[in-house]
């Protein structure tokens, strides 16, 4: 049961198994689970980073419509931010995608007297930048109770027309821009780094605009759908997508990613928040031995 990916041989129940514990996890925290899967495929499994990006759109698709279905039905959810948000979410995932594919092409750099290729450099360094960032974010920084009261945060107190009132949230007079924009650079990362956004899109609700846990969960799920379905469109394009190795994902993760939402009622924002910096903490230790390696 192995699978042959440009002369690099992979094992499917051990991506099976991948899928579960990301799909877990990805319900959790109300993410699609691409910004690990990535990583954990290439170190790991030794998957190309160029499958393991396509790959990673299609499981966040099963990941991301199983915690969906669970959020809708808990209620924790603010469309109005998920609609301005979408247009410049899915024009950066077109981006992103385009740029993640020249890069293929563009050879290596020496750093140091090592040669390193650019893409591999870019993407896994982007990684690591991020991933540190919103591990010292999630741990140091407190989250906004489901019952707290609202305190606005600073993209939310910017007054550049038009505005939009978040009632769900709490929160009156947004500005729209702000929020395009920042769903601009999500949906740049997304298609460059194969995650459907959530990682991303879910501090900057917590932190810059003053969402609660349990409301931003909910509402960046919707994100994340849409974003991975056209990242996974575009990367199709390409041929970044292979079905040997999309399936036992996609199974793996729709099968745990509810298990994961349901979770989320019993455990404090706190909690959540703390384990997901741990989990960020340990991917960026084993994308740098994987660079260095």
């Known amino acids: 049961m192995e699978l042959l ?21 990805a319900g959790m925290f109300g993410v699609g689970g691409g910004f690990l899967m990535v990583p954990l495929m290439h170190v790991t499994l030794g998957v190309p980073l160029r499958y393991a990006v396509g790959a990673a759109l299609c499981q966040t698709i099963a990941t991301g419509l199983g915690a969906f279905l669970r959020y809708r039905k808990l209620g924790f959810a603010e469309w109005r931010f998920d609609m301005v948000a979408m247009g410049g979410s899915l024009f950066g995932v077109f981006l992103g995608t385009r740029l993640l594919n020249a890069m293929e ?23 690591c930048v991020l991933f540190s960032w919103l591990a010292v974010l999630m741990w140091f920084r407190s989250t906004p109770s489901a019952d707290a009261s609202v305190v606005p945060g ?11 009132n978040l009632p769900s949230a709490g929160l009156f007079g947004v500005s729209a821009l702000a929020i395009a924009y920042v769903a601009l650079l999500n949906g740049l990362l ?12 879910i501090p900057i609700m917590l932190y810059g605009f003053g969402f609660n846990i349990r ?8 994100i994340v ?10 990367h199709v394009r390409v041929g970044d997508v292979h079905l040997g190795l999309v399936i036992p994902l996609m199974v793996g993760a729709a099968l745990s990613a509810q298990v994961g939402a349901t979770l989320t009622r019993s455990l404090s924002g706190t909690t959540l928040r703390r384990w997901l910096a741990v989990v960020l903490v340990v991917t960026v230790v084993a994308l740098v031995f994987k660079l260095l390696g």
């Open 105 to 127: 092409f563009m050879g290596s750099v020496e750093i140091g007297g090592r040669s390193f290729l650019l893409q591999r450099l870019v993407v896994i360094g982007a990684y």
């Open 215 to 222: 409301c931003a969960a909910g509402s960046g799920i919707i």
């Open 190 to 201: 997304a298609g460059l780094l194969g995650i459907g956004g959530g990682i991303v899109m």
């Open 5 to 25: 990916l440009d002369g690099h041989s992979v094992w499917l129940p051990a991506v099976a198994a991948l899928g579960l514990a990301v799909g877990l996890i």
């Open 225 to 234: 759908l849409a974003v991975t379905v056209l990242g996974t469109v575009e």
């Open 154 to 164: 600073p993209l939310a107190r910017l007054k550049i027309p038009p505005f939009v």
